[in-house]
């Protein structure tokens, strides 16, 4: 049987704005290392998923940056929505434009902008879901094992283990970001994992489940691939629903398979402080940085020398045509300098 991969690609990173911008958002940045996210999203997969049965998901606008970063992929292996209509008309739509082959086999459904620590661990535990997926024909969650008390994630509540598969284990339900107090709660139990948005499922499956519990939006992808002439309208008018609201929190029989393998989803500037190499004094840094007498600071220079002088705890980004400077501690309010510079019609910063 065929496995496939499609990765989500679509999306605007503005947490990490000014590198991340809307023609090179957060999934195509070398944020923690040499080559992009998505690059080494598409790298891990192997040798699980061969390179010709990737396909990418993202916009008209980004479709050629993202040829560009990934020149060894097929041109028809990325997939564009005339339109953000979020995950599942996405998945769905990517889903009905690739081969029936590709349909019928085990399709690993993930985001283009995560960081993995241990490669090695996430292809054990995507081979499992995999598994499952072929020979139980079920729709299986990667839950990240929780490694502290998030209250900016999803959580999948598991139930009792499922017989004669010692990697899967019953998903009960899907729970909300919660409160700090309820997300301790979850990681005392042991019976919660982050939800990562990482499904594995037989592409035919994911479309039946469509039908059964969004019967309004299959109707109208179903005239979405019917009317290519009218494709960028009818793409348009679908609703706008996550994949996890659309089918994951309503289908019967869903399974997961535990996580742990160093993930992060690399929300904000201060995550990425979280994960690169400590150096000098605290300071973590990318590209040309000096630090005197300054400590616990994220030094990011796209272009050109960072240089920080008695200073702590901050984020300091500088790229082409703009320098971010913000406390640490602020950091994921980064998006409310974007939304004033969209009020201030300055598009070209991004």
């Known amino acids: 049987m065929q ?24 999934q195509l940045l070398p944020l923690d290392g040499e080559r992009s996210l998505l690059a080494r999203t ?7 998923v061969p390179a010709g049965n990737v396909w990418i998901s993202t916009t008209e606008a980004l479709a050629g940056a993202i040829r560009a970063e990934l020149p060894d992929l097929a041109a028809d292996r990325v997939i564009t929505e005339p339109a953000g209509r979020n995950t599942a008309p996405a998945i769905a ?36 879901a995999f598994d499952a997926a072929e020979s139980q024909d079920r729709i299986v969650a990667l839950g990240v094992v929780p490694r502290w008390a998030e209250t900016g994630f999803g959580y999948l509540e598991l139930g009792a283990g499922i017989a004669g598969a010692p990697d899967l284990v019953e998903v009960e339900r899907f729970r ?3 409160d700090r107090t309820t997300a301790e709660a979850f990681v005392a139990s042991g019976r919660h994992l982050w939800n990562a948005g990482i499904f594995v499922f037989r ?31 009818l793409y348009a008018a679908l609703p706008s629903i996550s994949i996890d609201y659309a089918v994951m929190e309503k289908a019967a029989g869903l399974a997961a398979v535990r996580l742990d393998c160093g993930w992060d989803d690399l929300g904000s500037w201060q995550a990425l402080f979280e994960v690169l190499p400590a150096g000098e004094a605290g300071n973590r840094s990318h590209g ?17 020398l960072v240089a920080a002088l008695g200073v702590s705890d901050l984020v300091i980004v500088r790229t082409g045509d703009a320098v971010l400077v ?25």
């Open 3 to 26: 496995r496939s991969a499609l990765i989500l690609a679509g999306g605007s990173g503005t947490r990490f704005w000014p590198a991340s911008r809307r023609d090179r958002p957060k």
């Open 42 to 48: 598409v790298e891990r997969l192997a040798p699980l």
């Open 93 to 128: 739509a990517s889903l009905l434009a690739m081969p029936e082959e590709a349909r019928r086999g085990a399709v690993a459904v993930l985001p283009s902008d995560h960081r993995v620590a241990d490669p090695g661990a996430f292809r054990r535990a995507l081979a499992a």
């Open 176 to 178: 909300e970001k919660p």
């Open 203 to 233: 592409g035919a499956t994911l479309l039946g489940a469509l039908e059964r519990h969004a019967p309004e939006l299959a109707a109208g992808l179903a005239r979405y691939a019917a009317e290519p002439a009218r494709a960028a309208e």
């Open 288 to 304: 040309e940085v000096v630090a005197v007498d300054a400590h616990d600071n994220l030094l990011f220079a796209d272009r050109g």
């Open 326 to 350: 913000a406390r640490r501690d602020r950091a994921q309010d980064v998006r409310r300098i974007v939304e004033r510079l969209a009020a201030a019609g300055r598009d070209d910063l991004l």
